[in-house]
């Protein structure tokens, strides 16, 4: 089993930056592809970002290239989403997932329970 802690959401004015963090226990950390997705109310789940088992691919939906940043920290079981140039569509409870199959997909394994972003315009 891997548990996942979200943190970092919160509200924020249009083109402003937060950075998300998501810690996790459990099985070898290394060994799980992580990314985040996001859901905004009456709107179907949609991938954001992902980021490769030691880091070194990452890919991104269209509308989020050039302003969020996926990284990991293998040694301290992290994963962060830096979110810059934020706008209202970013709305939305962003979840982190884990999964041992790169690419990720909305069917992965493992997610938290989610922390709300606000983008006020």
């Known amino acids: 089993q891997v548990q996942l802690i979200e943190s970092g959401g919160g509200l924020v004015q249009a083109g402003g930056s937060l950075r998300l963090s998501c810690a996790a226990s459990?099985?070898?950390?290394?060994?799980?592809?992580m990314g985040w997705f996001r859901q905004a109310p009456g709107k179907e789940r949609e991938f954001v970002a992902a980021?490769?088992?030691?880091?070194?691919?990452?890919y991104y939906r269209d509308s989020v290239k050039g302003r969020f940043t996926i990284s990991r920290d293998n040694a301290k079981k992290l994963v962060y989403l830096q979110m810059n140039s934020l706008k209202p569509e970013d709305t939305a409870v962003y979840y982190c997932?884990?999964?041992?199959?790169?690419?990720?997909?909305?069917?992965?394994?493992?997610w938290g329970q989610g922390t709300q972003v606000t983008v006020s315009s």
């Open positions: 997932v884990a999964d041992t199959a790169y690419p990720l997909s909305n069917r992965a394994d493992y």
């Open positions: 459990g099985r070898t950390f290394s060994r799980f592809a």
């Open positions: 980021i490769s088992y030691a880091g070194s691919m990452t």
